[in-house]
C-alpha cells in the first residue's frame, strides 16, 4: 500500500504495513549531532558517535547487519499470563514466525530522525512496538511501548534489552578481525542502585608489552519499569523463554556485553505501558558519576530524555532550513 501518512503523539509518520513480509532493506537514520545510525528493517543495527571508533554495537557492512539482528541492538522478551495460559511471545524473532498471527509495520517520521518497529499479535491481541531515537546530551533512546488490544486484563513478564554492546577502545578493524580477542578483554559492570551498565576493556587492547588502562567506557541505563532485575549478559535468556525466573547480574568478564531489565506488570483492557532504555559512548569516571547521581536524584529523568530528543529534532529543522533544505508541496511524500 506505499507509504501511509500517520499521526503518533502529534508528529508525521509514515507508515509501511506488513513490512515483515517484504525482503529486508537498509535504512540511515539522521540527527541533530554526531550520532551514525544504520538500521535494517528486520531490526538489525549498527550505531555510534563521531566515527567508527566510537561505536555503540559493532560497525559492519549491511549484509552483516541484516544477518546479526536476531543477536545484536534491540531483543525483547515476552511470557504473556491471559486466560489461564502462559504465552512466550518474542517480538521481531523468527522464533515467533508460524506460531502466532503477526503483523510487523514499520514508521519512520517527516524529520527522518526517528524509526518505529512494530508488531501486532494477533492472537494474544498485543502491540509491540520499541522507537529509536537520539539525543545529543543522553545518546541513543530505545522507547518501548506495549498495548492491550483486548477487553481482559493480561500479566507480563518482560526481558527487554540491548545486545552485543561495546565497550569503549573496540574499532572496526580489531572487532572484525580478531572480535574473540576482544570479547576476553570485555568486562560489563552493575552499579546497582542506579541500574546503570558500564562497558569496558580490562585494558586496551595493544600489541605491545607496556600498560594500557582503559579510562573510559559505554553505559546503558533504563527507566519506566518497576523493581527490574538487570541482567549483563544473554546467558539467562533462554531459562527466562523457558518460564524460569532470572537472577541479577552485577559484573560479567570475557563475552560480549549486554544490558536487559526485567519486570512484571498487569496491562487493563485497552492499557499500555511504556518505558525507556538509554545509552551512551565514551563517557570518563567523572562523566559516569554525574549520570548515576541525575538518574538515582532526578524523578523526572525520563521526561528529561525525551524533551532532549525533541530539542533535537526542533535543531534538525533548523539545520536542514540553514542549508534551503525544506521542500514546500502539496505532496507530503515528496
Same mark, same amino acid.
Given at each position: ?21 517484504? /525482503? ?85 517520521? *517527516? ?6 518497529f512494530e508488531e501486532i499479535n494477533q492472537e494474544l *491481541? ?10 545529543? /546530551? ?8 506495549? /498495548? ?59 600489541? *605491545? ?27 539467562q535468556l533462554r531459562q527466562f523463554r523457558n518460564g ?27 492499557? &499500555? ?19 548515576? &547521581? ?20 526542533? /535543531? ?19
Amino acid at each position: 500500500n506505499g507509504l501511509q501518512p500517520v499521526a503518533i503523539n502529534g508528529e508525521l509518520f509514515y507508515r509501511i504495513t506488513d513490512a515483515g513480509s517484504i /525482503r529486508p532493506f537498509f535504512m540511515s537514520i539522521v540527527s541533530d549531532s554526531d550520532h551514525w545510525l544504520f538500521l535494517s528493517s528486520n531490526g538489525g543495527i549498527s550505531a555510534g558517535r563521531r566515527n567508527t571508533g566510537y561505536a555503540l554495537f559493532p560497525y559492519c557492512t549491511d549484509d552483516k547487519i541484516t544477518d546479526t539482528a536476531e543477536t545484536t541492538g534491540s531483543k525483547t522478551i515476552l511470557r504473556i499470563h491471559a486466560n489461564g495460559q502462559l504465552h512466550t511471545w518474542e517480538p521481531f524473532s523468527i522464533r515467533g514466525e508460524g506460531r502466532y498471527a503477526l503483523q510487523r509495520n514499520l514508521y519512520q517520521n *517527516k524529520w527522518g530522525n526517528k524509526i518505529i518497529f512494530e508488531e501486532i499479535n494477533q492472537e494474544l *491481541k498485543l502491540a509491540f512496538q520499541y522507537e529509536w531515537n537520539s539525543s545529543d /546530551r543522553f545518546g541513543f533512546v530505545k522507547k518501548v511501548r506495549l /498495548r492491550n488490544l483486548s477487553e481482559t486484563t493480561v500479566w507480563a513478564d518482560v526481558a527487554d534489552g540491548l545486545q552485543n554492546v561495546l565497550p569503549y577502545g573496540v574499532p572496526p578493524d580489531l572487532q572484525n578481525k580478531t572480535s574473540n580477542l576482544a570479547d576476553a578483554y570485555k568486562r560489563t559492570e552493575l552499579e546497582p542502585e542506579s541500574g546503570l551498565a558500564i562497558f569496558a576493556l580490562s585494558a586496551i587492547i595493544v600489541d *605491545k608489552a607496556e600498560p594500557s588502562e582503559a579510562l573510559k567506557a559505554n553505559v546503558a541505563w533504563s527507566v519506566g519499569l518497576e523493581n527490574p532485575v538487570y541482567l549483563l549478559s544473554v546467558s539467562q535468556l533462554r531459562q527466562f523463554r523457558n518460564g524460569a525466573g532470572v537472577m541479577q547480574e552485577t559484573d560479567s568478564k570475557g563475552e560480549p556485553g549486554a544490558y536487559f531489565v526485567s519486570s512484571r506488570f498487569s496491562l487493563a483492557p485497552a492499557g &499500555e505501558k511504556n518505558w525507556m532504555l538509554i545509552a551512551n559512548v565514551n563517557h570518563n569516571l567523572p562523566g559516569i558519576i554525574q549520570l548515576i &547521581e541525575e538518574i538515582k536524584t532526578n524523578k523526572a529523568i525520563a521526561e528529561v530524555v525525551a524533551q532532549d530528543v525533541e530539542t533535537g529534532t526542533g /535543531r534538525l529543522k533548523a539545520l536542514v532550513q540553514s542549508a534551503d533544505g525544506m521542500q514546500c508541496s502539496n505532496d507530503d511524500l515528496k
